[in-house]
């Protein structure tokens, strides 16, 4: 993907980690998305307010239904918005 992602790129980047994997660490999600710590902080903090994901541990996150559902809509639009070959 070339330039800089968008907000809604980063999301979806860490929906499909969050969906994707069972135990892990924040770290992974830092080096598998590519972000600081200080964006991840951000970034998991908007998801968890709007219910996209849950808290199951300390460093353990699950994809809500919400978050199936937003994820769902984003790679319908990606999917659109895509030039088409």
């Known amino acids: 993907m070339p330039g800089r992602r968008g907000r ?3 999301i979806r980047d860490i929906l499909i980690f969050v969906k ?13 998305v590519g972000l600081s710590f200080s964006q991840l902080k951000k970034y998991l903090s908007l998801l ?5 994901i849950i808290k199951t ?3 353990t996150f ?3 239904e919400k978050g199936e559902e937003f994820l769902r809509r984003l790679n319908e639009l ?3 918005t ?4």
């Open 78 to 80: 990606k999917e659109m």
């Open 62 to 64: 699950e994809i809500t």
């Open 20 to 32: 994707n994997k069972k135990e892990f660490k924040k770290t992974e999600i830092m080096r598998n």
């Open 82 to 85: 895509s030039p088409k070959k």
């Open 48 to 52: 968890l307010k709007n219910e996209l």
């Open 57 to 59: 541990s300390k460093d």
């Open 8 to 10: 809604f790129e980063i």
